[in-house]
């Protein structure tokens, strides 16, 4: 019942049409008809963007807001986000291994449900990214600025959005003109994170255990019931977007049959058991009221707690590595997803020129970088959290439908080398659980996502009706 | 034949010397026009914007090479790592030796290095092959602490050389720093030949050796991979060093 690989039809309205080449796919290049495409990423590289991406936010972001809300019971809210981006990510790594190409998601969803579908994921998963860099900026703006008052120089919050600005414009300059590997660096810095958190865990671990320190009163698990759990695991979600980044490069991972899957699923486990444990050692160290009346940093406080000034002058410096690193990470895949959907003509083409100067995308990295500005200067964290998720929450039930869809009745050219255990039912969760964590958000998060996702439906129906792209390899 | 790769930055307009052209004419040549990106940059986004010209460049190049004569073709490749690409066309062209170009006019004499652990055989039997029945003298160089072995060495290696009535000449340096002694030995000859070494931690520090051969030397030089049979060394190198 197979039907093989189309050609990609029709036109957008400047006249531009997909450009797509047939290609064979091995371990270790990408080969064209006149070029071969190398595959440069090793599982290590692509588990240090996957854990790079999410580690920022959950571990030094969403501590106090979550504790504020839910009590102890935040752990459980990680813990359903880490089995929702689990069930997503399997069916997620089988589309990566049938198309190991750069665009991630929105190209799973665009070959496998169609243009529209494919539209509104990818334009909505640029806003998505746009959303979450600047949920990072301004976590490392509060960072930055208690690292100052850790030097003795109190500016207050007032500074966090200047300085959030600061360096988010910082970035996307970099991007554009610096030309070191910094892939390297970024490996260091997950290395680094990761020790730092292990220690603190450790010890913090044994501490809330009772077996050294003094011993605490527990207090209430979930102090405002079940609901709360839920709602906060929304909010949260935005600690593990960082697994369908891995996705945005597949086109350059070495091995990809086997790589993906790994650094995939492999970096939402890591995280997942991190982030349970890291609020389960804070709430026992400070207790949840404290917690969520310390806001963004509360993290500081509970390293001064367990390891004195040495702990809090760690996670500071943990704090500001992390938000750092997630935040250009984040600016990357935002110009990678930019890139796929100019390729097939969604946006205009001229989106992903590459710069003679620098050989940098100096187009789809100002389009990134620009709207980041915009709203890192809002300052809402919540908001830009739950918008960031919500995006994202609707390409994943895509990617999990579009996965029952492919194997309803697998074309021709569908081989996924990994085939995610217990389908249909593991993609039918991940659906359905991803739309369901976007009932539990604020309106307000709601609203805006939805009117994100009706424009980018209003520009596909202007700009790019006549595009054909389902089963387009 | 012996295939000996020639990679080129070609986008950077990096070219071969009219020398050298002349030197690799009577082998089969594959030009390798690769182009390194940043990390910010994904290598299909290059490709759609360079090809076309890189393509264009390529084809007069293999042509100088000699592609209508069929002993020579070219590949274009878009990469995030420049040594992984050269050794995988390497492998998968076969190639046995990879060029680096460098400045040269007429070959008339070959510096061929034999220091250290390399395939002295397979050195030797590649220049041979190289210098065929052509009008192109031979100096056989070796930096070693043992002068007695080191002379021993240089003869074996000699004599097939003559046996092809080439005109060669051998120099052995005793107790000296290897590297300086093959630079200073290259003033007075026109392009080098020298065998690849296992990966260390030296390689590692101050990069490839052939490389910094070629930045001290101008000239071009011919490197001599290392064969199936060498890679057991290599082997017990931990893998995760070439990750990136």
Known sequence: ?473 | MTRILVPLAILEGESVSAGLVDLLEPMDVTVLGYHVLPEQTPPDQARLQYEERATDALEDLAAEFGAEAGTADYRLVFTHDRKQTVDRVADVTDAGVYAIPGATGPVERLLVALTGDVAVDRIVSFVGELVGDRDIAVTLFLATDDASGGRELLETATTPLVDQAIDVRTELAVDEPPLEALVDAAVDHDAIVMGERAPSLRTLVFGEEAERVAAESVGPVLVVRRGEDDETTAAEEPTSLEES
Not at chain 1, 413 to 429: E, K, Q, S
Request: glycine letters at 12%; one cysteine or more; hydrophobic letters at 50%.
């Open chain 1, 1 to 473: 019942m197979g039907e093989t690989s189309s050609p990609p039809e029709g036109a957008n309205i400047e006249g531009e049409s997909p450009q797509i080449e047939p290609t064979i796919e091995t371990d270790e290049a990408t080969i064209t008809d006149d070029s071969e495409l190398e595959r440069t990423l090793g599982l290590t590289g692509g588990l240090a963007i996957g854990i790079g991406t999410m580690i920022g936010a959950g571990i030094f972001v969403f501590p106090g807001l979550a504790a504020d809300q839910a009590g102890p019971a935040a752990s459980a809210s990680f813990a359903i986000g880490a089995v929702v981006a689990l069930l997503v990510a399997l069916p997620a790594s089988e589309l990566a291994t049938a198309m190991p190409k750069s665009g991630g998601g929105y190209y799973f969803i665009s070959r496998g449900l169609g243009t529209l579908a494919g539209a509104v994921v990818g334009l909505s998963l640029w806003f998505g990214l746009v959303f979450a860099t600047a949920f990072y900026l301004v976590g490392f703006g509060y960072y930055a600025v208690d690292t100052l008052a850790e030097l003795g120089i109190a500016v207050g919050e007032g500074l966090v959005i200047p300085i959030a600005l600061l360096f988010g414009a910082g970035f996307t300059v970099l991007n554009v003109t610096g030309t070191e590997n910094a892939a390297k660096l970024q490996n260091g810095i997950v290395a680094l994170l990761l020790s730092i958190l292990v220690v603190f865990l450790t010890y913090g671990g044994l501490d809330a255990a009772g077996i050294v320190g003094e011993s605490s009163t527990p207090e209430q698990f979930a102090p405002d019931g079940v609901f709360p759990i839920f709602t906060t695991a929304a909010l949260v979600f935005t600690s593990y977007l960082g697994f369908a980044q891995v996705a945005t490069v597949a086109g350059e991972m070495k091995d990809p049959g086997r790589n993906l899957p790994l650094s995939m699923v492999g970096s939402v486990l890591v995280v997942g058991v991190l982030y349970v444990l890291t609020i389960f050692v804070a709430t026992s160290g400070l207790g949840s009221d404290t917690l969520g009346d310390l806001g963004e940093t509360a993290m500081v406080e509970v390293g001064r707690h367990y390891l004195g000034p040495v702990g809090a002058v760690a996670i500071v410096f943990g704090g500001l590595l992390a938000t750092m690193s997630s935040a250009n990470a984040s600016v990357l895949s935002t110009s990678r997803s930019i890139y796929a959907v100019s390729r097939d003509a969604l946006l205009p083409q001229r989106a992903s020129r590459i710069n003679l100067r620098y050989g940098t995308p100096h187009v789809a990295l100002g389009m990134a970088g620009g709207p980041i500005l915009v709203l890192t200067a809002t300052g809402r964290v919540e908001l830009l959290a739950e918008v960031a998720s919500f995006l994202h929450l609707v390409m994943y039930g895509l990617i999990c439908v579009a996965l029952i869809a492919l194997r309803r009745d697998e074309p021709e050219w569908y081989d996924p080398d990994f085939r995610v255990p217990g389908y249909p039912i593991v993609p039918a969760l991940g659906a359905i659980c991803s739309f369901a964590l976007i009932a539990f958000m604020q309106p307000a998060s709601r609203y805006v996502g939805a009117g994100i996702m009706l424009l980018t439906v209003v520009w596909y129906v202007y700009y790019a009706r006549d595009i054909e792209l389902k089963g387009a390899l």
